[in-house]
């Protein structure tokens, strides 16, 4: 189905790390926002693999999602 978006989670697990370290030289926390791949559970997971303290995400769709796929599984 078109239009196919592909996404580097690789490429997003180095800049979040990145930046997550920089933050936290300073005492500061990352959150990531998963606004603009819709939720997408995949990259939520990069994103709190790579150093996120959380993440945002305004869609309750979305929320549910990541609830069900993510947070379901850490316990």
């Known amino acids: 189905m078109y239009p196919?978006?592909?996404v580097a989670t690789a490429k997003i697990a180095d800049i979040?790390?990145?930046i997550a370290e920089q933050l936290a030289a300073n005492g500061t926390e990352l959150v990531g926002v998963t606004k603009a791949v819709d939720g997408e559970p995949a990259v939520a997971e990069v994103l709190l693999r790579a150093g996120c303290a959380g993440l945002a995400e305004r869609r309750l769709p979305a929320i549910i999602r990541l609830a069900a796929r993510i947070?379901?599984?850490s316990r």
């Open 4 to 6: 196919l978006l592909t």
């Open 71 to 73: 947070w379901a599984r």
């Open 16 to 18: 979040t790390r990145a």
